[in-house]
């Protein structure tokens, strides 16, 4: 049996992040609102599910992905169905229970069903016609005052956060959920993204309402003195032995990504019964991820590509330097900042003490062969 997983990352396939599952516990249950940022598969969303069964016996948690919103009415029901079937999922008795739940957010219609094989309760809910704009102004204070009536804690998680910026009224929905926010004395919020420009500039722009409003936490690396053994033991537990040698390789081919090194693990788990080398593996990595890279290629402009490739390919330290801009045939300057701004906002480049590069590591490696 394969022991590796692409899915969320649970028990002993989580590795580590122990400083920062202590410090996300501590915020939650003292009420300090937290932003986790990191690129995309970096694992956000396995550490607030590792937090939120930590915190289970100490508060409700309540996980609402935004990754797929499209509109308001959206974001109202998503948010109202996952509170409910959170709250509903924790009492004893679920009819009364919902019938409470029912009394405290007035502007709901909510129906239960009950699954019939595994008998747990399907709550549907319905917005009415009430705004979805209001069903979003009140649902936080509806729920603290849930949380004070029943003397509970809500931890609410919100992935994939700065989606509400793709929204049409998002300027009014950021203001409604921060003063929801605010407000809240029962319910922390940790909240995750990917796009770390936009979600920067959501907490750090002074005109902006989530201005200050929250901790922010960068997610670090899993240090490779943890990765590394976790990696042995993994292929051991999958009855193969690994070198902490090849783990090492594994975990710099991947720059430590977890994503990736669960994906070239899994595969290298199966090649080596094969009797393939780990370098053949990292190719059939890249091979295999190649249609995503050509999804994000194709989307942008001609000088985004041409700078986005010249920066994998040479790592500079000063975009706008002439010996650079002359040999990756970048153009004027000004052309080079608009696309600049782009690549980053999309967050497909960062920039590191030592220089600019491509965030993903193995879209990197695609983009200079
Ligand atoms: N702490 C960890 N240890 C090992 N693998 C992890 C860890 N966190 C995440 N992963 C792996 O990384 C991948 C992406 O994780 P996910 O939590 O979905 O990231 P994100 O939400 O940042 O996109 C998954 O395959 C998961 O198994
Ligand atoms: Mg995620």
Same mark, same amino acid.
């Given at each position: 049996?394969?022991?590796?997983?692409?899915?969320?990352?649970?028990?002993?396939?989580?590795? %580590?992040?122990?400083?920062?599952?202590? #410090?996300?516990?501590? @915020?939650?249950?003292?009420? &300090?609102? $937290? *932003?986790?940022? +990191?690129?995309?598969?970096?694992?956000?969303?396995?550490?607030?599910?590792?937090?939120?069964?930590?915190?289970?016996?100490?508060?409700?948690?309540?996980?609402?992905?935004?990754?797929?919103?499209?509109?308001?009415?959206?974001?109202?029901?998503?948010?109202?169905?996952?509170?409910?079937?959170?709250?509903?999922?924790?009492?004893?008795?679920?009819?009364?229970?919902?019938?409470?739940?029912?009394?405290?957010?007035?502007?709901?219609?909510?129906?239960?069903?009950?699954?019939?094989?595994?008998? %747990?309760?399907?709550?549907?809910?319905? #917005?009415?016609?009430? @705004?979805?704009?209001?069903? &979003?102004? $009140? *649902?936080?204070? +509806?729920?603290?005052?849930?949380?004070?009536?029943?003397?509970?804690?809500?931890?609410?998680?919100?992935?994939?956060?700065?989606?509400?910026?793709?929204?049409?009224?998002?300027?009014?929905?950021?203001?409604?959920?921060?003063?929801?926010?605010?407000?809240?004395?029962?319910?922390?919020?940790?909240?995750?993204?990917?796009?770390?420009?936009?979600?920067?500039?959501?907490?750090?722009?002074?005109?902006?309402?989530?201005?200050?409003?929250?901790?922010?936490?960068?997610?670090?690396?899993?240090?490779?003195?943890?990765?590394?053994?976790? #990696?042995?033991?993994?292929?051991?537990?999958?009855?193969?032995?690994?070198?902490?040698?090849?783990?090492?390789?594994?975990?710099?081919?991947?720059?430590?990504?977890?994503?990736?090194?669960?994906?070239?693990?899994?595969?290298?788990?199966?090649?080596?019964?094969?009797?393939?080398?780990?370098?053949?593996?990292?190719?059939?990595?890249?091979?295999?991820?190649?249609?995503?890279?050509?999804?994000?290629?194709?989307?942008?402009?001609?000088?985004?590509?041409?700078?986005?490739?010249?920066?994998?390919?040479?790592?500079?330290?000063?975009?706008?330097?002439?010996?650079?801009?002359?040999?990756?045939?970048?153009?004027?300057?000004?052309?080079?900042?608009?696309?600049?701004?782009?690549?980053?906002?999309?967050?497909?480049?960062?920039?590191?003490?030592?220089?600019?590069?491509?965030?993903?590591?193995?879209?990197?490696?695609?983009?200079?062969?």
């Amino acid at each position: 049996m394969n022991p590796f997983r692409l899915t969320l990352a649970t028990d002993d396939l989580f590795c %580590n992040r122990v400083a920062e599952i202590d #410090l996300l516990m501590k @915020n939650m249950l003292s009420g &300090i609102h $937290t *932003v986790v940022y +990191a690129p995309r598969r970096y694992g956000k969303s396995s550490l607030a599910r590792v937090v939120m069964g930590r915190l289970e016996k100490k508060m409700v948690g309540v996980y609402v992905d935004l990754f797929s919103i499209t509109s308001n009415e959206d974001v109202a029901a998503k948010l109202y169905r996952c509170i409910v079937q959170a709250l509903g999922h924790n009492a004893a008795d679920h009819s009364s229970a919902m019938s409470r739940i029912a009394g405290f957010f007035k502007n709901l219609r909510l129906s239960m069903s009950f699954d019939p094989i595994t008998k %747990n309760p399907e709550i549907s809910v319905s #917005l009415g016609d009430v @705004n979805a704009v209001v069903h &979003i102004e $009140t *649902v936080i204070g +509806a729920l603290d005052e849930y949380c004070a009536k029943q003397k509970i804690k809500v931890c609410l998680i919100l992935d994939e956060f700065q989606e509400i910026c793709t929204l049409k009224d998002s300027k009014k929905i950021e203001a409604l959920l921060r003063s929801g926010m605010q407000a809240a004395k029962h319910v922390s919020f940790m909240m995750l993204g990917s796009r770390r420009t936009i979600l920067r500039d959501m907490f750090e722009d002074r005109k902006r309402p989530f201005y200050k409003s929250a901790y922010i936490m960068p997610l670090p690396k899993i240090p490779e003195t943890e990765m590394v053994p976790f #990696l042995v033991r993994t292929f051991k537990k999958g009855g193969t032995s690994l070198s902490p040698e090849q783990a090492q390789q594994i975990v710099t081919f991947c720059d430590s990504y977890p994503y990736y090194i669960q994906k070239l693990s899994m595969l290298f788990f199966d090649m080596k019964a094969k009797g393939n080398a780990l370098s053949e593996t990292q190719e059939l990595l890249i091979a295999m991820e190649a249609p995503d890279y050509e999804n994000i290629f194709i989307n942008l402009t001609m000088n985004q590509k041409r700078l986005l490739q010249a920066i994998a390919k040479a790592r500079p330290i000063n975009i706008f330097s002439n010996s650079f801009l002359v040999e990756y045939h970048l153009g004027s300057q000004g052309g080079v900042q608009s696309s600049l701004s782009k690549l980053k906002k999309l967050d497909l480049i960062e920039q590191q003490k030592d220089g600019w590069k491509v965030v993903d590591p193995i879209f990197e490696k695609w983009l200079k062969t």
